[in-house]
């Protein structure tokens, strides 16, 4: 059996790779060469988080990685809604769910069909 940690790690990589082939073969995608990859990752016994990002585009990090203490993560990338990450997290720090803040915030957004976001909540 996988530990819970671990499915974490294997969901996001998932993610990174369909919204590869997703972006690929979209008209709007000029460069199918330019990619972000992100990655959450959470200690098991502090249950620490963190984001991490490398990208072709430079300085993506202050628009990507979004954290707070006692509250939890947000990854955001591809065509960057930077708002995700501060609305995000004061959804969630607020009693939401990661997956109801998520809701809300495609829900209200035209350009979520272009979106590439994982947030996760302690």
Do not use: C
Request: proline share 5%; net charge neutral; aromatic share 10%.
């Amino acid at each position: 059996m996988i530990p819970k940690h671990k499915y974490t790690i294997i969901f996001l990589i998932a993610l990174m790779f369909s919204g590869t082939m997703i972006a690929q073969n979209h008209p709007i995608m000029k460069d199918p060469f330019a990619h972000t990859f992100s990655i959450v990752a959470r200690d098991s016994v502090t249950g620490e988080m963190a984001v991490g990002v490398q990208s072709h585009w430079f300085s993506v990090g202050p628009l990507v990685a979004w954290g707070k203490s006692g509250v939890g993560v947000v990854a955001t990338q591809s065509f960057v809604n930077p708002a995700y990450g501060p609305n995000g997290l004061k959804l969630m720090e607020e009693g939401k769910t990661a997956a109801q803040a998520l809701e809300k915030l495609l829900a209200e957004d035209d350009g979520e069909a272009y979106r590439q976001v994982a947030f996760f909540r302690l």
